[in-house]
């Protein structure tokens, strides 16, 4: 298997609306700064992977295939992902593979996500119900929400975290996107104000949730070979892995206490491909799915970053803080930061890209030589897929 | 044969063969926004103009327009298409999607106007079908204001007698 470097990223800032970009436009204009990054031409790009999460949010049915040939790329090959919120680990993975395999020297991937063109809100979570089950669950309304809640409350009544813990990571995650030019919600909160601000699915409030963002990621990939074509210096791909579980968000077996198993699945494997045996001192940032407040708390787990029921101490000592010994989402992860779905876990791979080459600015880790991006989907987090990268 | 705007989320299971056959509609509403396209969809409804778009650097236009050259990668500057071209492929419909079931027959293709790198694709209309071959002169033909909404079905391509 061929060594995976990343050498291009670039991403557009992030909003709850580009109302003057169209799909396309978003994904081209990250493009664009990834080529620059990369120094890299049309004609060095061999393949492309589009991570393009739900066709309801780009009000097309296949998206991935107007932007190729939009981009210039008609008749090479264009693979289309969507795995709910890991679409973009799972775009990265394809083109890993891609390059891996030695079927392509340089493979671009392209997560662009829309959401404000579907009509509300409402409409807006109800084409995420269509994920699941036609017959069993789609039709009972199940959100988002409601499929992490009941993990995060679960956490609360073993291991006695409370509301006010998982606030604590609203107000890290908000204020770390402070120092994140591209954010969408920077905010200098309290974990009172979280507490205050309304309720969705106890113990979640609005402020517990992760963002609706639209924009777009771009990376590209190369092989060791081609990536001496390029102007900048690599950041490899060591370790990936990637898990799907059960759609149906109370069915998982032979789990043990894991609430995201799934997670930790697709973290033992890039582990295991990247030699660490020792997560906590190999890692030493990460940029993670905190698609909701409580969740990053049990993601410190999943890691092993800390001992089971030990994740509440972990955000308390401010290990996951900036400063601390494993900072997790410095951008501001997908509360403070962006949620683009297609668009996340590229993003989260061009932020750690940026920390092992010392070009994450205000949000810089210092002496990052590795470092970890996951994101996960489906209910209850049914696909996840961990990415180990270092300089 | 569907019919269009029916929900069926809320009518009951029939059975067949012993199978449970369960109703159900999926519909979402959007206000999508045009985004840097949103100027042909404006001149259209409020002027009746069709614009196009062309690449400064190697001179292409286009019509659908689009904001950068897939060639060149430049972002592309907005031009006034004439609405005259001619027909360049076709095909007359007889069975449709639900929505559209109630226009049949209709014939729609692509028209290469004047100065366009590619065709555009519209509908025929005021013509006998059998009468449209490759080649065939044709102008947009504008709704009136009064049922313009904005929309790309605003216009239609007519024979152009004058060509």
Not at chain 1, 150 to 176: L, P, S
Not at chain 1, 216 to 229: D, H, K, M, N
């Amino acid at each position: 298997m061929d060594k995976v470097a990343v050498v291009g990223v670039g991403n557009t800032p992030f909003k709850a609306r580009h109302i003057d970009k169209t799909f396309p436009r978003l994904a081209y204009e990250s493009v664009r700064a990834a080529m620059d990054d990369a120094g890299a031409a049309k004609e060095d790009i061999q393949s492309v992977v589009y991570s393009i999460y739900n066709d309801f949010f780009e009000h097309c049915m296949m998206p991935d295939h107007h932007i190729h040939y939009l981009l210039g790329h008609a008749r090479k090959p264009g693979l289309r992902v969507t795995t709910g919120g890991a679409t973009g680990g799972y775009s990265i993975r394809a083109a890993f593979a891609e390059v891996a395999s030695g079927l392509h020297d340089v493979v671009m991937v392209v997560g662009v996500e829309k959401v404000a063109d579907v009509a509300n809100v409402f409409e807006m979570v109800k084409s995420i119900t269509f994920a699941g089950d036609p017959f069993f669950e789609s039709r009972l309304g199940g959100s988002p929400s409601g499929s992490y809640a009941g993990a995060i409350r679960w956490h609360m009544e073993h291991y006695g975290t409370t509301e006010e813990d998982c606030a604590r990571v609203v107000v890290k995650n908000k204020g770390n996107a402070r120092n994140n030019p591209d954010a969408q919600s920077p905010m200098e909160l309290t974990v009172e104000d979280v507490l205050a601000s309304p309720m969705v699915v106890p113990p979640l409030k609005i402020l517990d949730h992760c963002l609706n963002s639209e924009g777009a990621a771009t990376v590209i990939l190369a092989s060791e070979e081609a990536a001496g074509r390029f102007k900048r210096e690599p950041v490899w791909i060591t370790g990936i892995g990637a898990s799907t579980e059960s759609g149906r968000q109370t069915e998982r077996d032979d789990v043990g206490d894991s609430l995201f198993p799934a997670v930790k699945a697709s973290a033992d494997a890039a582990y295991r491909m990247a030699g660490i045996d020792d997560p906590s001192s190999a890692i030493k940032v990460a940029e993670a799915y905190d698609s909701f407040s409580g969740v990053e708390i049990v993601l410190y787990e999943e890691f092993g970053f800390c001992r089971r029921g030990e994740g509440t101490r972990f955000l308390a000592d401010g290990r996951a803080s900036m400063g601390g010994s494993n900072p997790v989402n410095p951008s501001g992860g997908l509360i403070g930061g962006e949620h683009a779905i297609g668009a996340t876990g590229v993003y989260q791979v061009a932020e750690v890209v940026r920390q092992i080459r010392g070009e994450a600015g205000a949000r810089q880790v210092p002496g990052v030589d590795r470092g970890l991006a996951q994101s996960m989907g489906g209910a209850r987090g049914a696909y996840s897929v961990t990415i180990v990268l270092e300089g | 044969m569907g019919m269009p705007g029916k929900d069926l989320r809320f009518e009951p299971m029939k059975e067949q063969d012993g199978f449970a056959i369960i109703p159900d509609t999926w519909k979402v509403d959007f206000y999508a926004s045009a985004g840097e396209l949103s100027r042909f969809f404006i001149e259209l409804k409020d002027n009746a103009r069709l614009m196009g778009t062309k690449c400064p650097r190697c001179g292409s236009v286009y019509c659908w327009p689009r904001s950068w050259c897939h060639d060149c990668y430049e972002d592309c500057d907005w031009v006034e298409m004439s609405g005259k071209g001619r027909v360049q492929m076709f095909g007359t419909v007889f069975i449709s999607l639900s929505e559209l079931q109630t226009e049949v027959p209709y014939c729609a293709g692509g028209v290469l106007l004047d100065g366009a790198r590619y065709p555009l694709i519209n509908y025929f209309r005021d013509i006998d079908f059998a009468e449209i071959h490759p080649g065939m002169p044709v102008r947009a033909e504008f709704l009136v204001p009064e049922k313009r909404l904005g929309s790309i079905r605003d216009f239609y391509f007519v024979p152009d007698q004058g060509a």
